[in-house]
């Protein structure tokens, strides 16, 4: 039984190194994707609100362009975008002149957005590839736009203006990922990362 459990690891290696590889030098990889969950849409609603809801949902879209200057080592660019924040009502107490406390209770709308988008330089290491599976490691760095609005009924509430653009403007991803080709230009992509938009990011793969 060992024997025949060896025999079939060393064919299946031995498959896997002398497959074509499904990219190569000089080809270029086009990615469109959407990535789950972005981090600002799984925020706990806040205590006392009414009729909660995102501004946005919980998926990004981007898209990557990659070109393997090398075998095993492709430069690219990655873009995403992301739109979140929240919308809920709550109550508040008003104050009264004619009695000088804050007797009134008052119904307000809160509404929060923020738009951001990522352009990031992007570096692939490719360490698994036979003819039809490509594994890499990825990282990118970049800047961040962001636009953020609030809209605030309650005379009391107020925010930073200096919170209307990125806190911090600059985006980076570290990133595990595969992409399994159906045919020869056309398959699957899948990502799992930290930073530069959603967790998790799937898609399609066309290569040229």
């Known amino acids: ?50 009729n909660y809801k995102l501004n946005g949902g919980l998926l990004s879209y981007g898209g990557r362009v990659e070109y393997m200057v090398a075998e095993n080592f492709g430069v690219g660019v990655d873009v995403n975008y992301v739109k979140s924040g929240n919308n809920y009502d709550y109550n508040d107490t008003l104050y009264s002149v004619n009695t000088g406390m804050y007797d009134s209770l008052v119904s307000y709308n809160y509404d929060y957005t923020a738009q951001k988008t990522r352009i990031m330089a992007r570096l692939n290491y490719h360490f698994v590839q036979n003819d039809r599976v490509d594994a890499y490691v990825g990282f990118g760095a970049g800047y961040k736009f962001a636009k953020r609005v609030w809209t605030l009924e309650d005379p009391n509430a107020s925010y930073d203006a200096n919170l209307d653009k990125a806190l911090v403007p600059v985006a980076f991803r570290v990133a595990i990922g595969t992409r399994i080709y159906f045919t020869e230009n056309i398959g699957a992509m899948l990502e799992l990362g930290a930073g530069g938009g959603g967790i998790l990011q799937f898609g399609l793969s066309a290569k040229f």
């Open 1 to 50: 039984m060992k024997k025949i459990l060896t025999i079939i690891t060393a064919a299946l290696l031995s498959s896997t190194l002398n497959a074509q590889s499904p990219v190569t030098t000089g080809n270029v990889i086009i990615d469109p994707y959407i990535g789950f969950p972005q981090s600002n849409a799984t925020r706990s609603e806040p205590t006392g609100a009414m």
